[in-house]
């Protein structure tokens, strides 16, 4: 599925989109750096496609936005890898893949993998930050691969 939101093509799907592709995204963002190998770019294509729920945004051949879901696809889901790149953000993009995500499941328990700095974001997409938010426990081990020299 494609849809037409405000000069962007926004792209529904997990299939068909190359993990050099992916990566470069990755890298404009910063969430990668250049010195990781380049054999490691299947990782993004694998992880993209093996999520639940993607949506991609282009603006022309350029891929400069996406988000993907990981879930059961029937009561639990987590948002992770939003990412707009800088130049086209406070566009509504971000906004608007999130609002896309929760239409494919809009009664289930949703959660949003993020950073401190991008709560008020969500809190505007309906999100809310619960009492017992150090109840959970989280193990990323991207961190241990970056400091490694992996990522």
């Known amino acids: 599925m494609y849809q037409y939101y405000n000069g962007y093509v926004i792209r529904e799907g ?10 470069s995204l990755y890298e404009r963002i910063g969430w990668v750096g250049s010195a990781l190998p380049v054999w490691q770019s299947e990782k993004f294509e694998f992880a993209f496609a093996n999520s ?15 988000v993907r879901v990981i879930s059961d696809r029937m009561m639990f889901a987590s948002i992770h890898d ?24 809009p009664h289930g328990a949703w959660s949003a993998q993020t ?32 400091a490694d020299g992996h990522r």
């Open 52 to 66: 639940a729920w993607g949506f991609t945004v282009w603006h022309g051949d350029e891929l400069v936005g996406m």
């Open 115 to 146: 950073d401190p700095e991008n709560y008020e974001f969500y809190k505007l997409c309906g999100f809310e930050m619960p009492d017992n938010a150090q109840a959970t426990l989280t193990y990323n081990g991207f961190l241990k691969a970056r």
């Open 82 to 105: 939003l990412m707009v790149v800088e130049g086209h953000r406070k566009k509504g993009i971000g906004r608007k893949l999130v609002e896309l995500c929760l239409q494919k499941m």
């Open 14 to 23: 997990v299939e068909g989109i190359s993990g050099e592709v992916l990566r």
